[in-house]
């Protein structure tokens, strides 16, 4: 069994900059695939930054040049500076182990565990 725990959301002026984590707790060295995904009312939920057990990372057109994702073993960030309004919403963590089907790596049914998310509101 695997939770994933979010922490660091908040509320910031646009320009600012916040810090998330994510927190694996369980089997997590049965995670190879971790990803943020954020969703405001309204809209479907996109992926933000994906991070795969190797290194290699993707980044939404929207975020890129502003967000960075890393992965520490069991915890995930995502750095994110010179934030906008339209960045605001709920942002998840999610995982997945490997082998099993894809859809791709910012896809929300390629994964299967799943953060409660947590708020992140970016005001002008």
């Known amino acids: 069994q695997v939770q994933l725990v979010e922490s660091g959301g908040g509320s910031v002026q646009a320009g600012g900059s916040l810090r998330l984590s994510c927190t694996a707790y369980?089997?997590?060295?049965?995670?190879?695939?971790m990803a943020w995904f954020r969703q405001a009312p309204g809209k479907e939920r996109e992926g933000v930054a994906s991070?795969?057990?190797?290194?290699l990372i993707e980044y939404a057109d929207s975020v890129r040049g502003r967000f960075t994702i890393s992965r520490d073993k069991g915890t995930l960030y995502l750095q994110m500076n010179n934030l906008k309004p339209e960045d605001t919403g709920m942002y998840y963590c999610?995982?997945?182990?490997?082998?099993?089907?894809?859809?791709?790596?910012?896809?929300?049914?390629?994964?299967?565990?799943w953060g409660q998310g947590i708020q992140v509101t970016v005001s002008s």
């Open positions: 999610a995982g997945q182990r490997s082998g099993r089907q894809w859809f791709g790596s910012r896809i929300a049914r390629s994964y299967y565990y």
């Open positions: 369980g089997y997590t060295d049965w995670i190879s695939y």
């Open positions: 991070h795969d057990s190797g290194g």
